[in-house]
């Protein structure tokens, strides 16, 4: 067991929309990503998203509405739901998945992220 310094984790990548595993708790993974752009409208059919904005502010749009989250707030997507992430200046978010999920769900693109590296 040891201590995570999410500041120090950060500062380790720069490529955005490619999360990045700190831990593992209860079979889910710890991760964190850098946001900047849009990622794509996607689902997924089993999994809640749970999305920390650590930094920054992101934005994640629902078909019938539209969530932003700045620094310190949560929302949680739950299974089923498309949405598209997004933020205009970077920021840095924290997620709690189960281990299968890919960060594109449903959708497969140039974004999609099937080999996650652990920081």
Known sequence: MKKVNLKEKFQLFN????????????NCYV???KA???LVWHKHDREDEFFLVVKG??????????INLKEGEFFIVPHGVEHLPYAAEE?????????EVINTGDVVSDQTVTDLEWL
């Open 91 to 99: 920021a840095h978010v924290l997620l709690f998945e189960p281990k």
């Open 57 to 66: 502010q992101l934005n994640i749009k629902l078909r019938d509405r539209e």
């Open 31 to 33: 991760k964190i990503f």
């Open 15 to 26: 490529a955005y929309w490619t999360p990045k595993i700190l831990g593992e708790i209860n």
């Open 36 to 38: 900047k752009g849009e």
